[in-house]
C-alpha cells in the first residue's frame, strides 16, 4: 500500500507540476488561445495514435492474447458502468454543460496517466494490458464521447466518428500485432518521439486553460463532486467488485483498475476546446479530479493489489 501511495503520489505531482507550468505560460501570455488549438489538434490527431501504435509493438503470443481479451473485457465493463451511471445522474443540466459532465464521468486519463503508472508498477505487460483499456477507449470516445460533445455543432458527423485518427490508430496496432510486424526504426523512431509527447503536452494544455479564470473556482458545484465520486470511487470499486468476482486477478487486473481509477481524460477540456463546450468547466474537472486521484488511487489501486 505505501508502494502504491508512493508511485501515484510522484506520477501525480509530476502531472501538476507540468499544469503548473502551462498555467503560468497562460498567465505569461507565452500561450495564446490560437497557439492552444494548434497544439490541441496535434495531440488528438498526431501524438495519441502514436502512442497506440507504439504500444502494440510486441511479438503475438497466445497467453499475451488472452489476457489482453480479458483486459478487453475489463475495460468495456468500466466504461459501461460509468456511462450508465453519468446517463442516470447527468439529465437536468443545460446542454453545454450536460455534455461535459457526461464525458467527463465516463472517460478516465487512462493514456496520459494510466500508462506511465501502469509502466512503474508493471513494466512492459502493465502498458500492454493498459493498450487494451486504449482500444476500447479510443473507440468509444471517437465514437460515443465525440458523439456526446459535437451533437448539434457543425463538428459532427458520422464520417468523423468512423475516420479518425484513434479508430485508425487501433485497427492499425491490432494488424501489427496480430501478425507480429515490427515497424522498421527509421519509422519507428519519429512514432516513439511523438509517442513521448502525450503526458506533457495535453498537461500544458490544461494549465492554460486553468490560467483563464480564477484558482477559488477550483472548487466547482455539486454537479462536478458527483463527477468525481462516479469517475475516482464508485465506478472503479464496482468494477473492482465484479472483476474479482469473475476470477480476474494477477497483472491484467491491475492494469484495469490503474486505469478505470484514473482521474478525468484530459481529452475532455481538448474536446471542450474543439467543439465549443465548456472550456472552464472541463478544465476545472480535469485538473481537481487529477488532484483528488492522489488518494482516490492509491486506496483502489492499493486494495487491486492486495487481493489479487
Request: hydrophobic letters at 55%; one cysteine or more; aromatic letters at 10%.
Amino acid at each position: 500500500m505505501l508502494e502504491s501511495f508512493v508511485i501515484v503520489g510522484t506520477q501525480v505531482l509530476i502531472l501538476f507540476i507540468l499544469i503548473a507550468l502551462g498555467y503560468g505560460l497562460g498567465k505569461g501570455k507565452i500561450f495564446n488561445q490560437d497557439g492552444v488549438r494548434c497544439i490541441n489538434d496535434l495531440v488528438i490527431y498526431v501524438v495519441n495514435p502514436c502512442l497506440i501504435i507504439s504500444a502494440f509493438q510486441r511479438k503475438f503470443e497466445i497467453e499475451l492474447l488472452h489476457n489482453f481479451l480479458l483486459a478487453l473485457v475489463g475495460a468495456l465493463l468500466a466504461h459501461v458502468i460509468c456511462l450508465i451511471l453519468a446517463l442516470l445522474v447527468f439529465r437536468r443540466q443545460p446542454d453545454g454543460k450536460r455534455k461535459v459532465l457526461r464525458f467527463a464521468t465516463i472517460f478516465s486519463n487512462c493514456g496520459f496517466m494510466g500508462v506511465p503508472l501502469l509502466n512503474a508498477l508493471l513494466g512492459a505487460d502493465g502498458v500492454f494490458y493498459g493498450a487494451a483499456y486504449l482500444v476500447v477507449f479510443n473507440l468509444l470516445i471517437w465514437s460515443y464521447g465525440q458523439y456526446i460533445m459535437a451533437k448539434g455543432s457543425e463538428g459532427f458527423s458520422t464520417k468523423k466518428i468512423i475516420l479518425n485518427p484513434g479508430v485508425i490508430a487501433v485497427v492499425v496496432g491490432l494488424i501489427l500485432f496480430f501478425t507480429s510486424t515490427v515497424i522498421p526504426s527509421v519509422i519507428y523512431t519519429p512514432i516513439e518521439y511523438m509517442a513521448a509527447l502525450n503526458t506533457p503536452v495535453p498537461m500544458l494544455i490544461i494549465g492554460y486553460t486553468i490560467s483563464k479564470f480564477k484558482l477559488k473556482d477550483l472548487a466547482g458545484g455539486l454537479d462536478e463532486v458527483k463527477v468525481y465520486l462516479i469517475r475516482l470511487v464508485i465506478g472503479p470499486l464496482i468494477l473492482l467488485g465484479i472483476l474479482y468476482g469473475m476470477g480476474l486477478r494477477g497483472s491484467v487486473l491491475i492494469a484495469v483498475i490503474v486505469s478505470a481509477s484514473a482521474p478525468t481524460a484530459a481529452l475532455t477540456t481538448m474536446f471542450s476546446i474543439k467543439f465549443g463546450c465548456d472550456e472552464e468547466l472541463s478544465a476545472r474537472i480535469v485538473s481537481t479530479s487529477t488532484l483528488l486521484s492522489i488518494i482516490s488511487m492509491t486506496v483502489i489501486v492499493g486494495l487491486a493489489r492486495y487481493i489479487s
